[in-house]
């Protein structure tokens, strides 16, 4: 198997792009594709100040590495979990700092329990109305706006593949959530003083591509899934669009993208569906859909 | 397990409805959900004709016997499509006439090679453009639309189940093809003097429910799929669904539904996304969106 650009030994063939690439290739192809997404989609641009949400996990990990490669200034937020299961959240914590050490990088943690007292495993018990994955989720998407809205970026970046995209936009056909399905955008943009402008730069790349960049780049990234992520419903999509991508090569790709296509042009969703009426949480001032405080300031009640 | 109507041993355990149930209760309980189905989309009213498209499987034999059953007066239309591989065709047309002669009811047989010259198979192969399938669809929307028409029915019923639809749903789905998305409907009105009105009494009723009424009721029906069917797309996004209904009972009948009720409130699609202009064949005089002939008139040429 040959390169399709230089003629070497090829080291990846994705046969969603009918593309055979050689290591140097490759490292060049991602990024470019990277950018071009970040261009598509005006995420950002060069003068923005970017601030990654990093996991230790292999895709936010190469989003940021890629980030700083393009030349874009590009500090990370990381959201230590209290998760203690095979020291998930410290071994993570690890492979951020060591990442972030190596290259010089800024990057903030902020530790749930230490800063609001429980960890998620612990709220999540006390909140049974609530799954582990809904509260975490919460949890994260407050805290990574908060500390974007108060360290003034741009844009907050997370690296969310295709894989990723396709599985929540899977779900969410298979309930037709026209809500969610209004909502769901490469680049939201900052609709309100304390809400971020948040971007998804990864969104044409599949999994295995992530996974072969990190690896290729000698990226040191926490292998494990997160415990609380066994028999999740999101992996039984992935199952499943894992399936139609083997039948099909670029069928997982192609649901997104013709997904944003059509909705782009007017042929999906009537216009305003994803409207929201909007008020502030009157304890920490970030926007919310309930009367007084949000959801995450009511957790820890 | 008992029937949860009366009581006694059940025959069939429905995960989906949470619902067991007995022989006589469930051959009671399927008619009345075609008869809820019938009233909910203002199918067809009891005067009406109707003719059911029959192909000698379980679902076009269960649904005219369910008609019959109901005090419809339904005919039947059998189209035979040259389909020699294990005698496919001509078992098939035994089985519906065995079922008409013995409720002594009216049907019409129209054989393709005789009225049009070659078979499905002998015109797929010389019009290379157009799948099997595809043909085979096209020839059976025409001729089914020319009885009803020609025969002056209120309307032309099919034998649809909620695993056809939903696998129709998934692949249009999956492509985001916002027209067809704007077309699939249990009813379809005769917008043209030369178009039939079109109904799907089985939308409710899953595949496996109607094997078992089938099975229950003694009819006797062809249990081979089509010999072309095989490996057909379709019967992969059945698969799928079939996992997903494996893990979450229900889940394709509520995405199925879910799609009708979400498009309903307009909340799906943007108002007329389904309209196409129409003229008429100039050799048939079916509508068709084709400057001249029609589709099916091409097909001989």
Same mark, same amino acid.
């Given at each position: 198997?040959?390169?399709?650009?230089?003629?070497?030994?090829?080291?990846?063939?994705?046969?969603?792009?009918?593309?055979?690439?050689?290591?140097?290739?490759?490292?060049?192809?991602?990024?470019?594709?990277?950018?071009?997404?970040?261009?598509?989609?005006?995420?950002?641009?060069?003068?923005?100040?970017?601030?990654?949400?990093?996991?230790?996990?292999?895709?936010?990990?190469?989003?940021?590495?890629? /980030?700083?490669?393009?030349? !874009?200034?590009? +500090?990370?937020?990381?959201?230590?979990? %209290?998760?203690?299961?095979?020291? $998930?959240? *410290?071994?993570?914590?690890?492979?951020?700092?060591?990442?972030?050490?190596?290259?010089?990088?800024?990057?903030?943690?902020?530790?749930?329990?230490?800063?609001?007292?429980?960890?998620?495993?612990?709220?999540?018990?006390?909140?049974?109305?609530?799954?582990?994955?809904?509260?975490?989720?919460?949890?994260?998407?407050?805290?990574?706006?908060?500390?974007?809205?108060?360290?003034?970026?741009?844009?907050?970046?997370?690296?969310?593949?295709?894989?990723?995209?396709?599985?929540?936009?899977?779900?969410?056909?298979?309930?037709?959530?026209?809500?969610?399905?209004?909502?769901?955008?490469?680049?939201?943009?900052?609709?309100?003083?304390?809400?971020?402008?948040?971007?998804?730069?990864?969104?044409?790349?599949?999994?295995?591509?992530?996974?072969?960049?990190?690896? /290729?780049?000698?990226?040191? !990234?926490?292998? +494990?899934?997160?415990?609380?992520?066994? %028999?999740?419903?999101?992996?039984? $999509?992935? *199952?499943?669009?894992?399936?139609?991508?083997?039948?099909?090569?670029?069928?997982?790709?192609?649901?997104?993208?013709?997904?944003?296509?059509?909705?782009?042009?007017?042929?999906?969703?009537?216009?305003?569906?994803?409207?929201?009426?909007?008020?502030?949480?009157?304890?920490?001032?970030?926007?919310?859909?309930?009367?007084?405080?949000?959801?995450?300031?009511?957790?820890?009640?």
């Amino acid at each position: 198997m040959k390169c399709r650009k230089c003629g070497t030994t090829a080291v990846i063939n994705m046969r969603q792009h009918r593309l055979s690439l050689c290591q140097e290739c490759f490292l060049e192809w991602v990024p470019h594709q990277v950018q071009r997404t970040i261009e598509k989609f005006h995420m950002f641009v060069p003068d923005d100040r970017v601030l990654g949400a990093v996991s230790g996990g292999k895709d936010s990990l190469a989003l940021w590495d890629i /980030l700083l490669s393009l030349g !874009y200034s590009a +500090d990370g937020i990381y959201i230590h979990l %209290g998760i203690s299961d095979g020291d $998930y959240c *410290d071994v993570s914590q690890q492979k951020v700092e060591c990442f972030a050490a190596a290259r010089d990088v800024r990057f903030q943690v902020v530790n749930v329990a230490q800063e609001y007292g429980q960890s998620i495993p612990q709220v999540a018990r006390r909140k049974r109305g609530r799954s582990t994955c809904g509260t975490c989720g919460l949890v994260k998407r407050h805290i990574m706006n908060q500390v974007a809205c108060d360290g003034r970026y741009a844009v907050l970046a997370t690296g969310h593949n295709v894989d990723d995209e396709a599985a929540v936009l899977f779900q969410n056909a298979l309930h037709w959530a026209t809500g969610y399905l209004a909502r769901q955008a490469p680049v939201l943009p900052a609709s309100h003083p304390r809400l971020a402008r948040k971007a998804k730069p990864l969104i044409r790349l599949y999994e295995r591509e992530m996974a072969a960049y990190a690896l /290729l780049r000698g990226i040191d !990234y926490i292998y +494990d899934e997160c415990p609380y992520s066994k %028999g999740a419903t999101t992996l039984f $999509y992935k *199952d499943l669009l894992n399936q139609l991508e083997e039948k099909s090569p670029g069928a997982k790709q192609q649901f997104y993208l013709s997904f944003l296509q059509a909705r782009r042009e007017g042929r999906l969703l009537p216009m305003k569906s994803g409207q929201v009426d909007m008020s502030v949480c009157q304890r920490c001032g970030q926007p919310t859909t309930a009367p007084e405080l949000c959801a995450f300031c009511r957790l820890w009640d």
